[in-house]
């Protein structure tokens, strides 16, 4: 079983809908991190989350990290074909740990 | 900046052979990780490394074994290959709590 569960597995949508991606566990977390990764390259870090509660924006990307520090959210607004990719949240109560990942493909 | 490099890049080995998977990071990281990526999944995690000298089993290890005599090099070994081992790997480093740096991957087909 994975540490760290990502819902949806996948998710096709059109150019201009919004999404939201969830990650979550039963372990508390000193932070988690956002990845995207691109078809034949290593994963590329979104954003870093620390706080319970804390709310961070990447242009159209809301990341939320929850107030008890074991789930994390990946809001999309807007999304655009170059959206497209493969999620990932990763966590750290040790080793740097990854979620299994939503693999998102925006339609135009 | 290199940063993470992964060598080979592709590789084929019949059931039964062994090779070294190698990685060095020029970022003065203590942090070191591999993991498998199957088609369509998440990462696993095999094994990982806080500094030189020290490593930890992490997901998935069997059949796999590393070392980490300096701070930048971490080599994954696979003994007897199986089939089940075809994947692609992937090896990071990372300073603790902060971004981790991945390198550009190893495709591993075992046939």
């Known amino acids: 079983t994975q540490l760290l569960e990502q819902s949806p597995q996948f998710l096709s949508i059109q150019e201009g809908e919004n999404l939201t991606v969830y990650c979550n566990s039963s372990s508390v977390f000193s932070s988690l991190q956002w990845y995207r990764q691109e078809p034949g390259e290593g994963p590329v870090l979104l954003v870093t989350?620390?706080?319970?509660?804390e709310v961070k924006k990447l242009k159209r990307l809301t990341f939320q990290f929850g107030d008890a520090r074991k789930d994390s959210s990946l809001h999309i607004t807007a999304a655009q074909t170059g959206d497209t990719g493969l999620y990932l949240c990763?966590?750290?109560?040790?080793?740097?740990?990854f979620g299994g990942g939503t693999r998102l493909m925006v339609k135009p | 900046n290199a940063g993470v490099t992964q060598t080979p890049k592709f590789r084929i080995l019949k059931i039964g052979q062994s090779m070294t998977l190698q990685c060095t990071q020029d970022?003065?990281?203590?942090?070191m990780y591999w993991y498998r990526q199957d088609p369509g999944m998440g990462l696993k995690l095999i094994y990982y490394s806080v500094g030189a000298g020290i490593t930890d089993k992490g997901e998935v290890p069997n059949g796999y074994n590393v070392s980490r005599s300096t701070t930048e090099d971490f080599p994954l070994r696979l003994e007897l290959a199986a089939p089940s081992q075809t994947s692609v790997y992937f090896c990071?480093?990372?300073?603790?709590?902060?971004?981790?740096?991945f390198g550009q991957g190893t495709r591993l087909t075992v046939v």
């Open positions: 970022m003065n990281h203590n942090y």
């Open positions: 990763a966590g750290a109560p040790g080793a740097l740990t």
């Open positions: 990071a480093s990372m300073v603790a709590n902060t971004e981790a740096f």
């Open positions: 989350v620390v706080t319970g509660g």
